[in-house]
């Protein structure tokens, strides 16, 4: 992205310096990073920064219009409604590719988003991690809006743990020893105390739930919600029945409440206008269909992880669909292969994170994560094989 600091970067490069890199990284939690890590971070410019922050600005005016929840109940799904709704989400991230325009040049384009957790506190380890082992310029921070990993991590256990104690606190995930991002549920309890448990660990007596520490039973005030209900329908019929507590009336606060995870997502794109978010339409109200199909992409409204997504659509996938109010007709982007490599350049997503505390108007621009790729899309499965592909974040020139 930034010529100069790129090729310093490159010609800096060892396989050495990115081992002793991967080692420090691991030491944390041995064996709890199963995705890849690349070998770079990303390197953004004030300007493109600028622009990614506008869209999402743009998208936060829709987010806390008066009549937006009022709206957005349609998004979620009659069977994981989920009481005891907050009227805001704590947190947010919105995923941005790099882009080519029409002229050539360089732009992002907002691909998703999700009122819903990411890996916040492995990112605080990982930035740290990347400082110690490369050779960052003095003037670019992962951070935003002035953050830095003091204040970020301050913020991050305030929003999570609130006024009450750690240990009545839990980060809730369905067997999250199992899960790939299982680093960031262990960073999380390093930097705020929480403990990790798992859904069927849950123990619940009339509208309270506990889970037994040691000996003792602890009564749980807050959840840090990591379940996606989407990913709970797809378990065993023991585990899908104990999710089913949650759609109870329960004396409990949620961080992020479960509804936001579909308030804020795929569901909001055909609401936003702004020139860095792809025009979006639902595809039960676009009519007449685009005949250029081949610059759209078809997107279940319910699915997660890229699951069900048609990149190269034809009208025999529309004809397909059955339920067309659930799914949106997404104009294509084109990412531009912008991180030079020593084989092929690689491709790059940025997930900037937002972080909503209580009783503030809006929420706030703090942080990020990158992945590079070298695929058709971003993820594992289109980069088995490749190097300088994977988890990494972006450094913003301040």
Avoid at 8 to 32: C, D, R, T, V, W
Avoid at 61 to 82: C, G, L, R, Y
Avoid at 127 to 148: C, V
Avoid at 272 to 300: G, R, S
Wanted: charged residues 25%; negative net charge.
């Amino acid at each position: 992205m930034i010529a100069s600091i790129r090729k310093q970067f490159n010609e800096s490069f060892s396989i050495e310096k990115y081992h002793h890199f991967l080692e420090e990284l691991m030491s944390k939690h041995p064996g709890a990073i199963e995705f890849r890590v690349a070998e770079t971070p990303v390197f953004i410019d004030k300007f493109f920064t600028q622009k990614m922050l506008s869209a999402c600005e743009s998208i936060v005016d829709v987010i806390t219009q008066d009549d937006f929840i009022e709206i957005s109940n349609k998004a979620i799904p009659a069977d994981v409604h989920v009481p005891g709704d907050n009227k805001h989400p704590h947190f947010i991230a919105f995923d941005f590719g790099i882009c080519k325009n029409e002229n050539g040049a360089l732009e992002p384009q907002l691909i998703e988003m999700q009122g819903f957790p990411t890996l916040f506190a492995y990112q605080i380890w990982h930035e740290e991690t990347t400082r110690k082992h490369f050779q960052i310029p003095a003037h670019f921070s992962s951070y935003l809006n002035g953050f830095n990993p003091t204040s970020y991590t301050a913020l991050l256990k305030e929003i999570i743990v609130g006024n009450h104690q750690p240990e009545e606190v839990i980060l809730l995930e369905i067997l999250p020893h199992q899960q790939k991002t299982r680093i960031d549920f262990y960073c999380t309890t390093d930097y705020t105390g929480i403990p990790v448990i798992c859904l069927t660990e849950l123990i619940q007596e009339g509208k309270k739930l506990f889970y037994k520490k040691e000996d003792r039973l602890i009564q749980i005030k807050r959840i840090y919600n990591r379940i996606i209900f989407d990913d709970l329908q797809q378990q065993e019929q023991p585990i899908q029945e104990k999710g089913k507590l949650l759609l109870e009336e329960l004396e409990i606060e949620w961080i992020t409440h479960p509804n936001w995870f579909y308030r804020i997502s795929k569901f909001t794109l055909p609401y936003i206008n702004n020139p860095w978010v792809p025009k979006t339409y639902f595809l039960n109200k676009i009519n007449p269909i685009p005949t250029d199909l081949e610059n759209y992409v078809l997107k279940p409204l319910f699915s997660f992880a890229g699951q069900g997504v048609v990149i190269d659509v034809t009208q025999a996938d529309i004809d397909h669909v059955k339920d067309k109010e659930n799914w949106i007709l997404q104009k294509k982007v084109n990412y531009a292969a912008v991180i030079p490599t020593p084989d092929e350049p690689a491709k790059v997503e940025i997930r900037v994170f937002y972080f909503w505390k209580d009783g503030n108007l809006r929420p706030v621009a703090t942080n990020n994560l990158a992945r590079l790729s070298k695929g058709k899309m971003i993820g594992v499965r289109y980069n088995k094989d490749k190097e300088w592909v994977g988890g990494s974040l972006a450094y913003f020139e301040q």
